[in-house]
């Protein structure tokens, strides 16, 4: 369902090229388990961005789902990272104003889901998440692992069909982190292609497939 | 994102900023409510003074010796001769005219009013009859100057003139001296109040031959001409210079004005003060909305990473560029009723303060405070919204 051909990504550091991704090749199959793995600067996390559109090659070609969404407009790139895309971020990245329940309803408003749809979704998922006691509450209310969970709850409320997590647990402590793993396996398991950036060699080895980057290029690629 | 949601979301970061909001909606009030109160001032002086105006009679043409205009001047003034009288046979010759429906010369002076052990100085009138219909006058007891008898030596007394000499109310009928001479009640003058700071409430108002003899003149201070209707004055006007032209050997010695005329020009004054007061106001308003962008600018800056979490979650930057444009609406249209219902709270106050000053707010000033509030929020809010619209989602997120 992924397809990256020959993707390049240069950075401008003054008057130095940065190449983060040096002519990435990479297929992920539907359903797949993947960890992206390598030292900081090694284009893991660009890799990432650009699966998940937030970032644009300059060059190459990316096939989601059959369809080349390498020279989409900001706006249709916008709807294909709503419709297929959840990402789950290190600092959770959650709305410090809105609530557990408001932060995991953005996607659904985003979509324009009418509001009563929206309730019953978001209530579903406060369930399903472990989170109902706390939907009321807001992010500074909340703990590490459960700002977590309702990061994952938003980031799969419009059920996506590839999950990118670019270092998941990295502000959890060890027990906390092992249940976030858990949750986000668990939608593996339910069909849910899951792709997590991580230097955390543990982390990284729970993965079906292991992908190993080094100065913008893919160094290794094992089942 | 529908329309709805934008405004909810919008609304509720900006009840959630409080105290950031609570600054802006207050400048923004403050500016929308200047406006109102400035505009509903300058409004009021208007009404006063037009009001004022108005009462002194309907259709009316002023005849003045001597000119106004500098403009030219007359051959006399070079010669240090004073302008000619303006005489009552001027004025006669004036009520003959087909355009003229009635009209009252006028004297005026002071004069020591005496009875019963009372002494006072009056201001005096010296006029006829008509002048009563033509000023709007209305008497509270007795008759007014009797036509065709202004030779017989009646007054007619200003309200509170009459209470003071006659406490008892009975002051129709009884004598009184003014100067040398004794004059006989015969009317007194309903409470008028104060007109153009004339009060009508203390004077006394006898026969113009009376007067005239008193101040030892044969001038008129001024002619009051009515016309017969609002079409007639300006020909009344033309007629009236002309008649005076031909009485005083071809000069033009005379200033003919129409209260029309007078009225207009304080209209136009006024509005164009009111005009120019609230401008000055609005000034504040573009002030706010300075103030609007510059906090919206730093909403976008402090919000970086939450519009790159927007940008991932699937928000195109059209629905980012209309969530700020929302908050800059509810900022600006809080501030807009806020500033609506302060600047009326004001000029409320102003009318309990001067009740003679019709201080309401014109319509037009209200639409055009909310307006101008709503405007430069909205125009504020267009850089910032197409700033955050604009920003790269994976550098947002990373809060650079």
Redesign the interface.
């Known amino acids: 369902m992924i397809r990256l051909a020959a993707i390049t990504r240069v950075f401008r550091m003054g008057d130095q090229e940065v190449r983060a991704l040096n002519g990435i090749n990479l297929d992920i199959a539907s359903g797949e388990y993947v960890s992206i793995m390598g030292p900081s600067g090694s284009g893991k996390s660009t890799l990432l961005?650009v699966i998940?559109l937030?970032?644009q090659p300059n060059s190459g070609r990316y096939e989601l789902d059959g369809r080349d969404v390498t020279g989409l407009s900001?706006?249709e790139r916008?709807?294909?990272?709503?419709?297929k895309?959840g990402?789950v971020?290190q600092s959770f990245?959650l709305?410090p104003?809105?609530t557990a329940a408001e932060n995991i309803e953005?996607?659904l408003?985003?979509?324009?889901i009418a509001p009563a749809e929206r309730k019953t979704r978001v209530d579903a998922a406060l369930d399903a998440f472990d989170l109902k006691d706390r939907a009321r509450h807001r992010p500074a209310e909340l703990s590490g692992g459960q700002r977590q969970r309702v990061a994952i709850a938003?980031a799969t409320i419009l059920r996506p069909t590839a999950l990118l997590a670019d270092e998941p647990t990295g502000n959890l402590d060890h027990r906390i982190g092992a249940e976030v793993m858990e949750l986000l396996e668990g939608l593996h398991h339910a069909g849910t292609t899951l792709i997590v950036v991580t230097h955390d060699r543990e982390l990284g080895a729970r993965a079906h497939r292991h992908i190993a980057m080094r100065d913008g290029e893919i160094v290794a690629d094992e089942k | 994102m529908n329309l709805r949601d934008t405004l909810t979301l919008s609304f509720e970061t900006v009840v959630s900023y409080r105290t950031r909001s609570l600054l802006i909606v207050l400048a923004m009030a403050l500016g929308v409510a200047a406006v109102v109160v400035l505009t509903a001032l300058g409004e009021g002086a208007r009404l006063y003074v037009v009001g004022q105006f108005s009462s002194l009679g309907t259709n009316l043409v002023f005849v003045l010796p001597g000119r106004a205009e500098t403009s030219g001047g007359f051959p006399g003034a070079a010669l240090g001769q004073t302008p000619r009288d303006l005489t009552l046979e001027d004025a006669r010759f004036i009520g003959h005219l087909p355009q003229v429906k009635r009209y009252a010369p006028l004297n005026v002076g002071v004069a020591e009013l005496t009875s019963g052990g009372r002494l006072r100085e009056v201001t005096v009138l010296g006029s006829t009859s008509e002048l009563l219909p033509i000023r709007h006058m209305k008497l509270s007891q007795g008759s007014f100057l009797a036509r065709g008898s202004e030779r017989s030596a009646q007054i007619v007394l200003g309200s509170v003139i009459a209470h003071e000499f006659f406490p008892d109310g009975k002051a129709v009928g009884q004598r009184i001296r003014l100067g040398d001479s004794r004059f006989l009640v015969s009317g007194v003058l309903a409470p008028q109040g104060e007109s153009m700071g004339f009060n009508s409430d203390e004077i006394v108002i006898i026969p113009i031959d009376y007067a005239q003899e008193l101040f030892n003149t044969q001038s008129l201070f001024r002619i009051l001409i009515e016309a017969r209707s609002r079409t007639d004055i300006e020909p009344a006007r033309a007629a009236i210079r002309h008649v005076l032209k031909l009485r005083h050997d071809g000069e033009e010695d005379v200033t003919v004005i129409t209260q029309d005329a007078i009225l207009a020009t304080f209209d136009r004054i006024l509005r164009a003060l009111t005009l120019g007061v609230a401008g000055i106001a609005a000034i504040s308003l573009a002030v706010a909305g300075i103030l609007v962008m510059n906090v919206m600018l730093v909403a976008v800056a402090q919000r970086t990473s939450e519009i790159g979490l927007l940008k991932a979650l699937g928000a195109p930057a059209a629905d980012i560029r209309r969530l700020f444009f929302a908050e800059a609406l509810w900022l600006s249209l809080a501030g807009g009723a806020i500033g609506y219902a302060l600047g009326n709270l004001g000029a409320w106050v102003i009318r309990l303060a001067y009740p003679q000053l019709p201080a309401w707010p014109p319509n037009w000033a209200s639409v055009a405070g909310i307006a101008t509030a709503l405007l430069t929020g909205v125009i504020a809010s267009l850089l910032p919204a197409a700033r955050a619209a604009r920003l790269d989602p994976v550098l947002a997120l990373s809060g650079k």
Not at chain 1, 78 to 83: D, F, G, K, T
Not at chain 1, 109 to 112: F, S, V
Request: charged share 35%; hydrophobic share 40%; aromatic share 8%.
């Open positions: 961005n998940g937030l970032d900001e706006t916008a709807r294909v990272r709503r419709e895309i990402f971020f990245h709305v104003r809105l953005l996607p408003m985003l979509e324009g938003r």
